[in-house]
């Protein structure tokens, strides 16, 4: 039961650097989210989709882009890392968007310098 | 924008006592919802209460929800080492659009 799984666990960038962080869920879920944990934050949400080929904008957008071309895969792109993006990403799943409980990876510790 | 508001923000407790974690938001809610995150991991779904109950119970896990005073507890009865973790209430709040907002958390020590 793979559930949730996030790439890489651990990511150290350099300020202006792009990288995507990946998201595959194998649980046939529609809806599917990003959020960012800093410390004393708790979680924010960057962007979530409702299914395949619908992306929106959550609390923190900036700096972040998502597509959603299967149900399955949902990639967040940093497209200019900076020190403020620097953070632990987590990937959840859910059946809808609402009322449904929602299912975490392990996340994905970036650091950027 | 938090909507949810843990208190308080950690907890330590014995092995064997209750744990008891409070919760506040500020606007109408569809459900309520407590998750639990291990240091290093992702959070687990705890329990799921909606707006027209009052008390759910899920094994050592007792929910109350108070619409009127817009507050939820988690009670852990009975704790153990391993509930040793982050627990965090999250919101559904109504209206179109909403999204699952959480809360900052509660860090609860069981001392063995």
């Known amino acids: 039961n793979a559930g949730v799984t996030q790439t890489p666990k651990f990511q150290v960038l350099k300020t202006g650097q792009s990288m995507t962080l990946q998201c595959a869920q194998d649980?046939?879920?529609?809806?599917m989210s990003w959020y960012r944990q800093d410390p004393g934050m708790g979680l924010r949400l960057i962007h979530y989709?409702?299914?395949?080929?619908?992306?929106d904008q959550g609390e923190v957008p900036n700096g972040y882009n998502v597509s959603r071309s299967t149900t399955e895969d949902f990639p967040l792109r940093l497209l200019s890392a900076a020190p403020s993006q620097t953070s632990v990403y987590f990937c959840?799943?859910?059946?809808?968007?609402?009322?449904?409980?929602?299912?975490f990876g392990n996340g994905t510790r970036l650091t950027v310098t | 924008s938090q909507q949810g508001e843990e208190d308080p923000q950690a907890l330590s407790i014995q092995e064997g006592e209750n744990a008891t974690m409070n919760c506040s938001y500020k606007?109408?809610?569809?459900?309520l919802q407590w998750y639990r995150q291990n240091s290093g991991r992702g959070l687990v779904h705890l329990i799921l209460?909606?707006?027209?109950?009052r008390e759910k119970h899920s094994g050592r896990l007792r929910v109350t929800l108070d619409t009127s005073k817009k507050s939820s507890s988690l009670l852990i009865t009975a704790s153990r080492a391993a509930d040793t973790a982050s627990y965090f209430c999250?919101?559904?709040?109504?209206?179109?659009?909403?999204?699952?907002?959480f809360g900052k958390g509660i860090t609860l020590s069981v001392r063995p």
């Open positions: 649980m046939n879920h529609e809806y």
């Open positions: 606007t109408s809610i569809n459900n």
């Open positions: 999250a919101t559904d709040s109504t209206g179109a659009n909403s999204k699952l907002t």
């Open positions: 989709s409702v299914g395949a080929g619908i992306t």
């Open positions: 209460i909606r707006s027209n109950e």
């Open positions: 959840a799943s859910s059946r809808g968007p609402s009322g449904s409980p929602l299912h």
